[in-house]
């Protein structure tokens, strides 16, 4: 689907210089498993639940993210029912850098695939992040259809953690649970290793200056 209006040069996504890099130690990113507990998120053909695939993809991220020293720390543990507004807060209280959420995204058209990015509206920042997990995602899997990131607005889903989150902050849709091959796929321990590492090479692109800005 195309209308995120991000095709503009200025927000395609770069590394930044190493001088302008906060040390890996000091790098926060909050790594959130979408729903859990009483809530399942979308459920898969064969039967997949949504919160185990993004809870198992969200541990794969852990790692990468710890690979490149950043320092972690999850919204949920466990397969535990946690608000929304609970992660953001949760996000905002930790002084992350960064907002991570992990989803896999459901279709009425079960032949719909491939990953998205979801970014809050008015949040560039955000949306340089998007792009730059985007763009890691489609070279990672560049047989998987391409979709370009999305603003997401009030109302919309995902608007509360995108929207409460005091940092630039994101919502990974990996892949399609409703269709059958993407379920197959997105339960698979390559495939999400390799997703996780998509997504952490897609922040290690957006780093933010020891003040917090990106400086572009
Ligand atoms: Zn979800």
Redesign the pocket.
């Known amino acids: 689907m195309v209308g995120s209006g991000f095709g503009d040069e200025r927000l395609a996504s770069r590394p930044l210089p190493a001088r302008d890099r906060l040390p890996a130690t000091d790098m926060k990113v909050l790594l959130d498993a ?2 859990g507990g009483t809530k399942p ?2 459920i898969g053909p064969s039967g997949i639940h ?2 185990d695939l ?1 809870a198992q993809i969200v541990k794969f991220l852990e790692m990468a993210c710890q690979r490149h020293g950043w320092r972690t720390n999850l919204s949920r543990l466990h397969d535990q029912t946690v608000r929304n507004r609970d992660r953001a807060i949760h996000a905002n209280q930790w002084g992350a850098n960064v907002f991570v959420s992990v ?4 279709a009425e058209n079960v032949m719909v695939q491939g990953h998205e990015v979801l970014h809050w509206h008015t949040s560039v920042k955000g949306a340089l992040l998007a792009n730059a997990i985007s763009e890691a995602l489609a070279t990672q899997f560049p047989a998987r259809p391409a979709r370009p990131s999305k603003p997401r607005e009030e109302g919309d ?2 608007a509360t953690v995108l929207s409460r989150t005091s940092m630039p902050a994101v ?1 990974v ?1 990996c892949g399609f649970i409703s269709n059958s091959f993407e379920e197959g796929w997105l339960a698979s321990f390559p495939a999400q290793a390799a997703i996780a590492w998509a997504i952490s090479q897609g922040v290690e692109r957006t780093f933010p200056e020891p003040d917090g800005d990106i400086p572009w």
């Open positions: 979408g729903h998120g979308a949504e919160k993004n989803h896999c995204n459901a889903r995902g919502i849709e």
